[in-house]
């Protein structure tokens, strides 16, 4: 089972809107409601950003939303600030396998 | 307060077993609806999903990974251990334990520190 594709990259300037993609099939992304993000900062363990395609966790800015479309899912973060800057990576259920992860996406801020 | 802890040996040889304890705190994996999950980074690398217990002691694993993992808990210390076997320099990593948000099991909102875990002769 391969891992969610993820764009290597994105950047933007601060207070811009960027959208981060997640593909993956229709045995994963494409079938259940169970795509998530997770923001990790280097050397920094992960942090959950959003969880069941669009649900925030309590403390999470609302700069953050998710969505999703046939066989991908998105993350954008609105009015981009300089502490957005990191790696973002997608999970998602899977049916031949419990959970997949993206590759991740660097987003840097300009 | 929800705490979770990673330990477990910096070294290990090509082909032993690796043991992760994860020592968690402020929720009971007995709760209906609690999961705590294991996750890796190798160096620059993605995170990787690889095993998974829940309240009612059901299992899950990395498919790939399933024949040399066990995942297992003990209630009465409040702690969750994954076991390895027959490990190799690719399994360096950071191994990461964490815990869902409740009732959703694809959600991991408490994450340990990260404990790195090198294989090497």
């Known amino acids: 089972q391969s891992a969610l594709t993820q764009t290597a990259s994105v950047s933007g300037s601060p207070g811009q809107s960027i959208t981060i993609s997640c593909t993956g099939t229709s045995s994963d992304v494409g079938r259940y409601d169970y795509v998530s993000w997770y923001q990790q900062h280097p050397n920094k363990a992960p942090k959950l950003m959003i969880y069941d395609v669009t649900k925030r966790p309590s403390g999470v800015s609302d700069r953050f939303s998710g969505s999703k479309s046939g066989n991908t899912a998105s993350l954008t973060i609105s009015g981009l600030q300089a502490e957005d800057e990191g790696d973002y990576y997608c999970a998602s259920y899977a049916t031949s396998t419990p959970w997949l992860f993206g590759g991740g996406t660097k987003v840097t801020v300009l | 307060q929800v705490t979770l802890t990673e330990s477990g040996p910096a070294l290990v040889k090509p082909t032993q077993t690796l043991t992760l304890t994860c020592t968690f705190s402020g929720f009971s994996l007995s709760t209906s609806g609690m999961c705590v999950t294991w996750i890796r980074q190798a160096p620059g690398k993605a995170l990787e999903w690889l095993a998974r217990?829940?309240?009612?002691?059901?299992?899950y694993y990395h498919t790939s990974l399933k024949t040399r993992l066990k995942i297992s808990r003990a209630s009465s210390t409040n702690q969750v251990v994954l076991t390895m076997t027959d490990v190799d320099p690719v399994d360096t990593a950071t191994y990461y334990c964490?815990?869902?948000?409740?009732?959703?099991?694809?959600?991991?909102?408490?994450w340990g520190q990260g404990t790195l875990v090198t294989v090497s002769s």
């Open positions: 217990i829940d309240w009612d002691d059901a299992k």
């Open positions: 964490a815990r869902n948000v409740l009732g959703a099991k694809y959600s991991l909102i408490y």
